[in-house]
């Protein structure tokens, strides 16, 4: 029996006191989770008891105390003096010949398991006596691509010196832990060599939002130091648990990363620095840019680790615990690994019913814009920061702009009243901690340090969905509190609109029925970017469209193939906000001027004198001039329910003039794989023409239910152009001979035993609307976002008045 080190089989979760917390971690998923499948790379902890063995044999102690008793860690070159004093005492101490014996041994067991040619990542893994649950997250070194046994006792030590970083001084001492009752235990395992493949990090929930339903995962090629310092902008993607767990096998979301750099190993070795020198990052060519760095079938295993560690750590603790993990691709023998498990610590610390939505009141000139870190609003002077030798300079409750951020910044970080940097994605060092805070942050804003002027003004915006905005000046907002516990729940159903899938998890806290309308033009408009018959027929375009259209296609097999993915994951998205609840998603309703606008639509779309009324909706699905375009959008709505398993997806036919040409779209459809009934599909139509008020019985026939679409509704009964200002006070949604459309619309639907909704602007905008809709008794109202718990409350109160429970 080993007396200072133990191995991966040996240890478990309550051993942290003993061997920190990314060694139990370790254990704990290579003792049980090994037989379900996830792969852990073997090794060894060098235990707490081993770091305490070489201070007392090295008389280190009271040289420590002599550094470390008087120390006032807020003077910065005070903490970087000593700081370098401490490291110097570690770095000097000798290993004991029993404890390099045994590190030796351990090392001779993992390559006669692995091979001659194995090396390895050491790393540190802190444990503080008082509290052994503490994180130590990113305080200490890491060492990799170790081969021999000098240079695993090198990094070993190295480890062991990092205890007394500056940034892991300033965390003890803002965490209250005594300096020298934090011990360092050490990893010693296989090294995964990601150098050659990719790596990353990933948490069981939405780390932006706390939405539990998805796995979240950002991936980078090479080692993943790039991706946890988020010195890069990586890949990402999400899967959505639920739909998983029943056997679907799909990607929820996904977004190209620009992967500027890779971390490698460097063939030169810099004999002062062994350790370190080991590493050194390239550039990535265009090539690797320009496609994502794992596959479809590379997620999946990564989201079935994420749910596994989770359901694992959760039965364990008796509580649902989300994790945040670290994973490597090994390019050698091609397998994924798990390297680090630990619970997430923001999202999951946020207990209480309160739901906190920051409105910002007026938008300003945008400077620049990035990745946003959590849904707040922060305003101050920006104040640039180019390295840490500046830190001393910076004020609290200016707006800190920096290239990137590292955790010596930190304790200037939480006086900021924002943060702003060039680079990172949502897992990079500024995006951990302004989360941690509760500080708005804007990360990969690629110029903001040439942009943003020192002094000036600035408002951050992170309330907008997944990108952060910088606007000039200070600009008001609001913030909306409301207490979920004591809601209360109307009769009537009440639905969101919700067109922007960026938006869609930081929604899913809201008390709603589901979504009453999913507008796809959106996705469409700012994720797709060109028109579906151009992707279709590229060889009708131009030559420079055809480039275009090729550079938006690139990460994809063919460009119809990234119209039905990105369509189809962007309407998921909202879909899995509310799921298992309905969401009721239309179909592409462009006017003939609006589709013209995407790229290469001009060459397929007619001009027209009054698009507001021309070829628009239904009439286009069948045509000759569109229907190839409808069968892509069928494609992607197929691949939702059948393939992505979300058959809370309801389809809704926009602007359907006729009950024949109802029928038509209805057959069009089945024709494309979307059977109405099969698969429980159920097809809404848009009430919003006079025709489908006083056909209302005949279009019953036809289709599941009805959306009254108020804002075309009103157009059409009073004749009046909606999109012109000189009419505009004769467009009222309040007129007598509107809201008669919508009672007999309503009754019609009772009558036909159809459901009966409204998804125009009209309740979100007067509330007497609302009113009215609930007096006439309608099944659901759709309101935009920001009306949704005002209506609720309202509804509530009017549902007791007419005695409705």
């Known amino acids: 029996m080993s007396k200072y080190i133990k191995w991966f089989k040996e240890i478990g979760i309550e051993d942290i006191p003993e061997v920190g917390g990314k060694n139990a971690s370790l254990g704990e998923m290579y003792r049980n989770l090994t037989s379900e499948g996830v792969r852990v790379p073997n090794g060894f902890a060098v235990t707490a008891s081993a770091y305490r063995y070489i201070l007392d044999s090295n008389n280190a102690w009271d040289k420590l105390h002599e550094q470390l008793d008087n120390l006032d860690p807020n003077n910065v070159q005070e903490l970087q003096r000593r700081g370098k004093t401490c490291r110097d005492i570690i770095y000097s101490c000798k290993i004991p010949e029993d404890l390099k014996a045994e590190i030796i041994e351990g090392f001779r067991g993992l390559k006669e398991e692995y091979g001659e040619t194995l090396s390895l990542a050491v790393r540190s893994s802190a444990t503080a006596e008082d509290s052994p649950e503490a994180s130590f997250a990113g305080q200490n070194d890491t060492y990799l691509n170790i081969h021999n046994e000098d240079a695993l006792l090198d990094a070993y030590k190295r480890c062991l010196a990092s205890n007394f970083t500056d940034r892991s001084i300033h965390y003890k001492y803002d965490n209250h832990f005594d300096y020298l009752k934090v011990y360092l235990s050490v990893v010693v395992m296989k090294m995964v060599r990601s150098d050659k493949g990719a790596s990353g990090v990933m948490f069981s929930l939405d780390t932006e939002t706390g939405f539990k339903d998805v796995v979240f995962i950002n991936a980078a090629y090479g080692l993943g130091e790039n991706v946890v310092q988020g010195t890069i902008d990586p890949d990402s993607f999400y899967v959505h648990k639920p739909t998983f767990n029943q056997g679907y096998r799909a990607v929820l979301k996904r977004r190209l990363g620009k992967k500027e750099l890779k971390m490698v190993f460097s063939e030169e070795l810099n004999l002062d620095n062994i350790a370190v020198e080991y590493t050194k990052n390239v550039e990535t060519s265009q090539e690797e840019r320009s496609h994502f760095c794992i596959t479809d079938e590379d997620i999946m295993v990564l989201a079935d680790y994420a749910i596994k560690v989770e359901n694992h750590y959760s039965k364990k603790a008796g509580y649902h615990k989300p994790m945040d993990m670290e994973w490597a691709k090994d390019g050698l023998d091609g397998h994924l690994y798990m390297v680090q498990a630990r619970p997430e610590t923001v999202q999951s610390q946020r207990h209480g019913t309160i739901l906190e939505i920051y409105h910002l009141q007026k938008r300003g000139k945008v400077l620049v814009k990035g990745r946003a870190v959590g849904t707040k609003i922060g305003k101050g002077k920006a104040h640039y920061i180019p390295d840490v030798s500046h830190l001393s300079e910076f004020k609290p409750g200016e707006v800190l702009v920096a290239d990137t951020t590292t955790p010596d910044w930190e304790p200037v970080m939480k006086t900021a009243a924002a943060i702003v940097t060039n680079r990172g994605g949502r897992t990079c060092h500024a995006a951990i901690v302004s989360r941690e805070l509760g500080i708005p942050a804007v990360v990969g804003a690629d110029n903001a340090t040439e942009v943003l002027k020192d002094t000036q003004e600035v408002t951050v915006s992170c309330a907008e969905g997944e990108t952060g905005y910088v606007y000039e000046g200070l600009l008001p907002f609001r913030i909306e509190k409301t207490d979920l516990g004591n809601l209360p729940r109307p009769k009537t159903q009440i639905m969101m609109n919700l067109g922007n899938p960026d938006q869609a998890f930081s929604l899913a806290s809201l008390p709603v029925d589901g979504i009453g309308l999913a507008r796809m033009e959106f996705i469409i408009n700012e994720y797709i970017k060109a028109h579906p018959m151009a992707l279709m027929h590229p060889e009708k375009v131009d030559e420079e469209t055809r480039s275009a259209l090729e550079g938006l296609a690139k990460a994809y097999e063919s460009m119809t193939e990234f119209f039905v993915k990105t369509l189809s994951e962007g309407v998921a998205t909202i879909a899995a906000s509310v799921y298992p609840n309905p969401c009721v998603v239309r179909m592409s309703d462009f006017k003939t001027n609006e589709y013209a606008t995407l790229l290469g639509g001009k060459f397929f779309e007619p001009e027209e004198d009054n698009p507001m009324i021309g070829f628009r909706g239904a009439a286009r699905y069948s045509h000759p001039a569109y229907e190839e375009g409808f069968s892509l959008e069928c494609a992607a709505m197929k691949r939702v329910r059948d393939e992505m398993g979300f058959k809370n997806v309801i389809l809704m036919i926009p602007f359907c003039r006729r009950v024949e040409e109802g029928k038509k779209v209805i057959e069009t459809m089945a024709k494309y794989g979307l059977k109405k009934g099969e698969n429980d599909l159920k097809i809404y139509v848009m009430c919003e023409i006079p025709n489908n008020v006083i056909q209302i019985d005949a279009f019953s026939q036809v289709f599941d239910g009805f959306s ?45 035993h159809r459901h009966s909704g409204i998804c125009g602007q009209a309740p979100s905008d007067y509330p007497e609307v609302a009113e009215f809709l609930v007096r006439i008794g309608i099944d659901s109202m759709s309101l935009n976002p920001d009306s949704v718990l005002k209506t609720i409350q309202d509804v509530v109160e009017l549902e007791k008045q007419l005695g409705r429970r």
């Not at 509704?713 to 809201?739: C, H, K, M, N």
């Open 708 to 752: 009254i679409g108020s804002n075309d509704l009103t157009q059409l009964t009073l004749g009046v152009d909606r999109d012109s200002e000189i009419v505009a006070f004769d467009y009222d949604e309040r007129d007598p001979g509107v809201l008669k459309a919508i009672e007999m619309a309503v009754e019609g639907c009772r009558r036909n």
